[in-house]
């Protein structure tokens, strides 16, 4: 694969998952009817609702900065792994007649992300490589 296909290729990766993210804040924050029914479901309202934003907010940020998009893809691998989690154990796939949006939501953001990571990996031994050198 050339370079220039595959930079531009784990770029559309990176909007992907962080649009996605992005985009259900409102309804985490806001206090949205569907939001509030998941997590009450759960048995995490409102401090598991309010986390998952701020760790889905952090997550997106950390993936647009090219050098902690891997940090960024290992927290989103995180935070879908435990929707997706949720989804086949407590939830179902379809939540609220939502067709199963937020579970493909979910599956997309997730591999987006693993791919990232695989990308990206060599980040974190860069840092390591970093912290080993002051030592």
Do not use: N
């Not at 370079?3 to 206090?31: H, P």
């Not at 409102?46 to 902690?68: C, F, H, K, N």
Request: hydrophobic share 55%; aromatic share 14%.
């Amino acid at each position: 694969m050339a370079v220039q296909t595959k930079s531009v290729l784990l770029w559309v990766l990176r909007i992907l998952a962080a649009v996605i993210m992005l985009q259900t804040l409102f309804y985490k924050f806001s206090g949205a009817e569907e939001s509030i029914y998941i997590f009450s479901k759960l048995g995490i309202e409102p401090w598991g609702r309010i986390g998952t934003g701020i760790g889905e907010l952090i997550a997106s940020v950390l993936i647009l900065i090219p050098a902690t998009t891997v940090f960024g893809a290992t927290l989103g691998i995180g935070l879908m792994g435990g929707a997706l989690f949720f989804h086949l154990t407590k939830l179902g796939i379809v939540v609220k007649d939502d067709s199963g949006q937020l579970f493909v939501y979910a599956l997309l953001v997730f591999v987006s992300c693993l791919i990232l990571a695989w990308a990206y990996r060599w980040q974190i031994f860069r840092l390591f490589q970093k912290q080993k050198s002051r030592w």
